[in-house]
């Protein structure tokens, strides 16, 4: 693990496009997110150690979700998301 990172959140555009302020909405979301996990203690049980979250921005939401665990260590997401273009 290269970071000391819980909850690693980042972004990649199925689309070209450019976002505004993705940056800094993910980094505002994710320290919000990983202090709460880590306030209530969330990882002691969990069967990873970290969770790592990837918004893939296209032209429409679909309800498609992955939830791939990755050597016992990482639970990875993927989220399909529409910025509303």
């Not at 980042?10 to 202090?35: C, P």
């Not at 309800?63 to 910025?83: D, E, G, K, M, Q």
Request: charged share 20%.
């Amino acid at each position: 693990m290269a970071h000391n990172r819980k909850l690693v959140i980042g972004g990649v555009a199925l689309v070209k496009a450019r976002l505004k302020n993705d940056v800094q909405a993910m980094s505002a979301v994710r320290d919000e997110l990983e202090k709460l996990l880590l306030d209530c203690d969330f990882f002691a049980a969990a069967p990873f150690k970290w969770i790592g979250l990837i918004i893939r921005f296209g032209l429409e939401d679909r309800a498609t979700h992955v939830y791939p665990l990755f050597a016992s260590t990482a639970l990875a997401a993927n989220v399909i998301a529409s910025p509303g273009w």
